[in-house]
């Protein structure tokens, strides 16, 4: 079975290439030469990679490539730069696939689809969706032309929406927290008794790998996260712990938290870090036979104390 993977040089692609690379032909969709990747991976280069012609015995593509989150936004209009790669690229590399007949296309979406919090239950792939920001309505916006355009042909669709995915190296937010934490700053998280849900690197790559081939993933959209869904206060132990590193906790009451965040135009940050996004996997779980093959602890420990061999 060949298996090509656009993003491959990314944060979860050169993981998930590595792995997909040991049980299947592997052909890294790339910008340019990548010297990560193992020699016996086909490195296809193209300067725009969602209009290359790739080879016509492809069995399955799995597309993480995209425009993510941006975090210094320059744009004026961002929704529209997020359309022009995620909505429009993707179906330009789906029509592709579609007449070359690629028995199964796997889309990495986000669970932004679903919505930014949970105050009461967590997500569930029958929620309605919900996207507050650019980034995931344009996902959602690809999910729905993609079950479009796959409607009635032999290309399988499976979709998966994963919260934030965390490991040492992680780009983004999670890279500021880590930076935060392995600092000796008391942090204000004394009373945070949210739940957020996570995904760790090695538990999404798993998890990508079983539906590259498991019959009962076709034509599903599963979310995926680890197995419990834990506080920011919790977040910071594992990987203070895991760094080796004593947590320091001060109480600073949520509401003015919240106002405070808000007079400096940091209330997504403020979502981020002190309301609750549950995720309910119950779905991949029944359906795949599916369970996070590492823990969260175990995942957050190795997190903090990569993190700082990185760092040495």
């Known amino acids: 079975m060949r298996v090509l993977i656009t993003g491959a040089t990314g944060f979860v692609g050169q993981t998930l290439v590595q792995k997909v690379n040991k049980s299947y032909d592997v052909i890294a969709l790339v910008r340019a030469q990548c010297s990560l990747l193992s020699p016996s991976v086909q490195q296809l280069v193209a300067n725009n990679i969602f209009k290359v012609e790739f080879p016509e015995n492809i069995d399955v593509i799995i597309h993480l ?12 209009d961002p929704l529209s730069e997020f359309r022009k790669v995620n909505v429009e690229g993707t179906l330009q590399l789906a029509r592709q696939a579609l007449d070359k007949k690629v028995k199964r296309f796997i889309f990495m979406s986000s ?12 997500f569930t792939e029958e929620a309605l969706p919900q996207p507050h920001a650019d980034y995931a309505v344009s996902k959602l916006e690809a999910e729905e032309e993609l079950k ?3 409607a009635g042909s032999d290309t399988e669709l499976v979709i998966i929406r994963p919260p934030l995915v965390y490991a040492a190296h992680a780009p983004g937010n999670f890279a500021r927290l880590l930076k935060l934490v392995a600092t000796n700053l008391p942090l204000p998280f004394a009373g945070t008794k949210n739940k957020r849900s996570f995904v760790a690197l090695e ?7 079983t539906c590259i081939e498991h019959p009962n993933a076709t034509n599903q959209t599963f979310l995926v996260a680890d197995q419990i869904s834990i506080s920011t206060r ?3 132990q594992y990987l203070k712990q895991g760094m080796g590193k004593p947590a320091r906790f001060i109480y600073i009451p949520q509401p ?3 106002l405070g965040a808000a007079c400096i135009g940091k209330s997504k940050l403020y979502e981020q870090l002190f309301e609750s996004l549950e995720v309910d996997t119950t779905k991949a779980q029944k359906l795949l036979g599916w369970t996070a093959p590492l823990t969260t602890q175990h995942a957050m420990l190795q997190a903090g104390r990569n993190y700082l061999k990185m760092k040495e």
Do not use: S, W
């Open 234 to 236: 919790e977040l910071v």
């Open 65 to 76: 490539a995209g425009r993510a989150h941006i975090l210094n936004e320059q744009t004026t």
């Open 203 to 209: 538990n999404l790559v798993d998890f990508i790998r």
């Open 148 to 150: 479009k355009l796959f």
């Open 111 to 122: 669970i932004g689809v679903n919505g930014a919090v949970t105050p009461q239950q967590p």
């Open 256 to 258: 003015l938290m919240k």
